[in-house]
């Protein structure tokens, strides 16, 4: 019996990991980020779509723990001199980033004629972008390390700081919050801090781990260890009122500058890898497919709002702030969507009472879309800039130049599917006259067997003495 109860979950989980990875295969092949597919898997196969998995609560906590990892290995790489020079700009953005988007929420709010606490908790809600995706989109685009991906990181940051006082005014909507005086304090704790800690990094150089000689070459102690100084960082500052990823970042930083970094990237690479391909299978697990439904047209329309907005008022704030065209462009698009913190802070306003359990929905659902919808959408905007700088005369032409490859991927998809079924039925063919000279010889050998059994019948009947007539022969 035992065995039979941990059947069926080991069951579901390779069900799950086949269909992603289906999934993300095949947008692969259309020239598409994989992440789509793994959000799809989630959709597909959560409560609301087949049902396999009903109780999300364990991804969603390895799902937080692939946030945590993926800003502890985004410190780990980060160049310290550009993150620098980056942060300036990146607090302009963040800004102008959450004064519009406070004013698309109250927008939001007196349109749908929610409460005002409910137009401040949708403005936070989309003033932040999220970590995963961008990330995951400027590395496949091998701009991670490129102007875009380090302006684009230190916004992030500035984002993710930002977190620990809407989180707290969020909570003190429905009365359970700290003072202003909280609030600042800890926002000039998280600030300070990491100010003092680029200061000293920058003055010295590599910071010598303990142990380093004994464990430099211990594939499962430096996995576990890394593991450990980015759980613990964020759980400290968790314990102190900041956000958890706000200690995963800064833990990162100092293993970074470490002289054991070079080892440790590559370990917990693939850790993360998995971890991150669970944060999108939870967002697919968040989708409310039955409220989508009955509300399509407002949840599509609000999304598209926030994506087209946000879009365009990044690619105005950066290059305000002197980025030029094109990593504007690249920066402006990787932070369009909503954030993964915004699900943290709408189940915290709707805990708090002040976020209504309609507006609760409706932010879930427009997130998870936006994340959904993100990849595309920059690939979509890419290839519209592509096709306006070259001027081409027609909107066929255009068209066709953009997405040539994935044109040339669907037109060999065709080709291969034509090519079997040309192949199945000349093998179909083949089967049927074959069966039919079957049935032809089994036809002749029945009709020989009969002929023989005939003249058999025939050699027997001539053989026999003829009877005599009348009876008995006469005396």
Not at 63 to 91: C, D, Q, T, Y
Not at 264 to 285: A, T
Not at 411 to 417: E, K, V
């Amino acid at each position: 019996m035992e065995a039979e109860a941990h059947a069926v979950p080991l069951t579901e989980m390779a069900f799950v990991i086949l269909v992603a990875i289906a999934l993300g295969l095949g947008l692969m092949r259309l020239k598409q980020p994989p992440l789509v597919g793994f959000i799809l898997a989630g959709v597909v196969l959560g409560p609301t779509g087949f049902g396999l998995i009903s109780n999300s609560e364990t991804v969603s906590a390895l799902a937080e723990m692939g946030v945590l990892m993926l800003l502890f290995f985004i410190g780990m790489e980060l160049s310290l001199r550009a993150f620098i020079l980056s942060l300036k700009p990146a607090v302009l953005v963040a800004a102008g980033q959450l004064a519009v988007a406070l004013a698309i929420g109250f927008a939001i709010a007196y349109a749908g004629g929610a409460r005002l606490s409910e137009g401040l908790i949708f403005g936070f809600i989309i003033g932040l972008s999220s970590t995963v995706v961008a990330m995951k989109m400027l590395d496949e685009m091998d701009e991670l390390r490129g102007d875009a991906g380090r302006i684009a990181i230190a916004v992030l940051i500035a984002q993710d700081i930002a977190v620990v006082p809407m989180l707290i005014i969020v909570s003190s909507l429905g009365g359970q919050g700290a003072g202003i005086v909280s609030v600042a304090a800890k926002v000039a704790l998280a600030v300070g801090f990491l100010g003092w800690l680029l200061w000293w990094l920058g003055r010295r150089g590599k910071l010598r781990a303990p142990f380093a000689a004994g464990i430099g070459n211990n594939v499962e102690i430096l996995a576990l260890g890394a593991m450990g100084v980015c759980f613990g960082a964020a759980a400290f500052s968790g314990f102190l009122g900041l956000s958890p990823a706000y200690g995963a970042f800064v833990a990162g930083i100092v293993v970074g500058n470490s002289t054991l970094r070079s080892r440790v990237i590559p370990v917990i690479e693939p850790i993360q890898s998995v971890l991150v391909v669970v944060f999108f299978l939870s967002i697919g697990l968040l989708f409310d497919l039955s409220y989508i439904w009955n509300n399509l047209w407002m949840v599509l329309g609000v999304a598209l709002l926030v994506i087209a907005a946000k879009t365009l008022l990044n690619v105005f704030l950066l290059r305000l702030t002197g980025h030029d065209r094109e990593t504007a462009l690249i920066g402006g698009l990787s932070m369009a969507q909503i954030g993964e913190f915004s699900f943290v802070l709408a189940a915290a306003g709707l805990s708090a009472g002040a976020l209504a359990p309609d507006s609760y929905r409706l932010a879930i659902a427009v997130t998870a879309i936006s994340l959904l919808f993100s990849p595309a959408w920059m690939s979509v905007m890419r290839r519209i800039e592509e096709v306006a700088a070259k001027g081409f005369s027609s909107y066929r032409q255009a068209l066709s130049e953009a997405y040539a490859d994935e044109l040339e991927n669907v037109g060999m998809g065709i080709s291969w599917l034509r090519a079997r079924q040309r192949a199945a039925q000349l093998t179909l063919t083949r089967w049927r006259a074959r069966r039919a000279v079957e049935r032809a010889q089994r036809a002749l050998r029945k009709k020989e067997a009969q002929s023989a059994s005939r003249e058999k019948e025939e050699k027997a009947a001539q053989k026999e003495p003829p009877a005599s007539e009348g009876g008995s022969p006469e005396a």
